[in-house]
């Protein structure tokens, strides 16, 4: 049908990375990254950031695709906390 998009087609999704007021990293994706930081900062929805408040964004990536974002933040929650931070600082 003509006008109708394809799922996917014009997504605008982010890899991110922040750092929690404990020190630890937080990896995530999203498609409005400073509304999502604000989410952390002011919301219990996170779990894992809603004791670690608040969190400051470090990194952030265009992926493209949901599914390239969500793949990317699979392999980068694999990485150590040293190899994350040779990515935020651009080594990687």
């Not at 799922?7 to 999203?30: E, F, H, Q």
């Not at 219990?44 to 004791?51: A, E, G, L, V």
Request: with cysteine.
């Amino acid at each position: 049908m003509r006008g109708l998009k394809k799922p996917g087609m014009n997504d605008k999704w982010y890899l991110y990375i922040a750092r929690c007021r404990d020190g630890s990293l937080y990896v995530g994706i999203t498609k409005n990254i400073l509304r999502r930081i604000k989410e952390h900062n002011t919301t219990n929805k996170c779990r894992y950031t809603r004791f670690r408040k608040p969190i400051t964004l470090i990194y952030r990536e265009f992926c493209g695709s949901y599914a390239a974002a969500r793949q990317r933040e699979l392999k980068i929650k694999k990485f150590s906390r040293s190899k994350k931070l040779a990515l935020v600082k651009g080594a990687l």
